[in-house]
Structure formats: structure tokens, C-alpha cells
């Protein structure tokens, strides 16, 4: 629990040092600072060499039982003129996500810079780091998560876990 705290506090210093150097917005350029309160389908993807979640797939699990907010501090700026645009973000999640086995804790921190559109239906994707903690066990490492504006979804795939700690389950 100690290693979680000390990863939450290092997450939060990480966000503040990058949201306070991102105060000017360059010309032609929209800023988006928001947050939302998110309850619909959120998938958690590359969790395949940590089963998390004893889930049939444990790569792509999907639920709908969420209770997930979203802070976004996000500049976009159009890409010579054309249909691309190239944005910085930083973003916070945290929340819960509900299970058969219980009730997961979900943190994450998630910073970039000069990134060009993340195409598809994605409003924001963007990398960092992620942890979940819940009644199977722990896991963090580098993750990316997407806000996706149409269809309505969370996603947060992990592109490489740092740590995954399960809990022995005790058969009777």
C-alpha cells in the first residue's frame, strides 16, 4: 500500500510540474480543460500476462459497472491547415471499476507533448502510467487511455506492466 501512495504522489507532482508549464496556448490553438464523470463501457486492455481480473481474456477485458472521472487539460492546434492536429495533453483518472469479485481501485497519470491527432473516434489518447488495485491483486505500468467521443467509451491499455501482484486464492 506504502509503494501505491508513494506512486500516486509522485503521479500528482508529475501532473502539477506539467500543467503549470502548459499555461500559454499558442495562436490558433483551442484549449479544453474538463472533467468528466464517466459510468459507461470502459474496456482495460494488455493486461495478458497479468490476470487481474480472472477474466476468459485477460488482454481485453471490457466492463460496464464503472465509476471512472476524467480531468483533461488539452491544447489543439491545427496541422497546416489540414484535417490533422497536433495536441498536449494532461490528464488524470481515477475512480473505481466494479467486478464479479469486487470493487477495483483505478489511478492514473498521463502526460504528453506534440502529439498528432489520435485518430479514429479517440477526443483525447494519451500515455502515462496506471495502477488498479482490488480484491485479486495489484497492477501498474506504462499505460495509455482514451477518451473515445463516439461511441461514448473509457479505454486504458496497458503497454507495459511494471508490476503485477495476485493474491492467492484459497480453495475450501
Request: glycine residues 12%.
Amino acid at each position: 500500500m506504502r509503494k501505491l501512495l508513494l506512486l500516486l504522489m509522485v503521479a500528482a507532482a508529475v501532473v502539477a510540474s506539467v500543467a503549470g508549464s502548459a499555461t500559454a496556448v499558442p495562436a490558433g490553438s483551442v484549449r479544453v480543460v474538463s472533467s468528466k464523470n464517466w459510468r459507461g463501457l470502459t474496456y482495460v486492455l494488455g493486461l495478458g500476462s497479468c490476470d487481474l481480473f480472472g477474466a476468459a481474456d485477460p488482454a481485453s477485458v471490457v466492463f460496464r459497472d464503472v465509476n471512472l472521472t476524467d480531468h483533461l487539460n488539452v491544447t489543439f492546434t491545427d496541422f497546416e491547415g489540414g484535417p490533422l492536429q497536433i495536441y498536449n495533453s494532461v490528464a488524470t483518472l481515477h475512480g473505481v471499476i466494479n467486478s464479479a469479485d469486487g470493487r477495483y481501485a483505478v489511478a492514473g497519470v498521463f502526460a504528453e507533448k506534440d502529439v498528432r491527432d489520435p485518430g479514429g473516434n479517440a477526443f483525447i489518447g494519451t500515455s502515462g502510467y496506471a495502477t488498479i488495485v482490488g480484491p485479486r491483486g495489484v497492477v501498474t505500468g506504462a499505460a495509455t487511455f482514451r477518451d473515445l467521443g463516439g461511441p461514448p467509451e473509457f479505454d486504458l491499455i496497458f503497454t507495459g506492466v511494471t508490476a503485477c501482484v495476485l493474491k492467492k486464492r484459497v480453495h475450501r
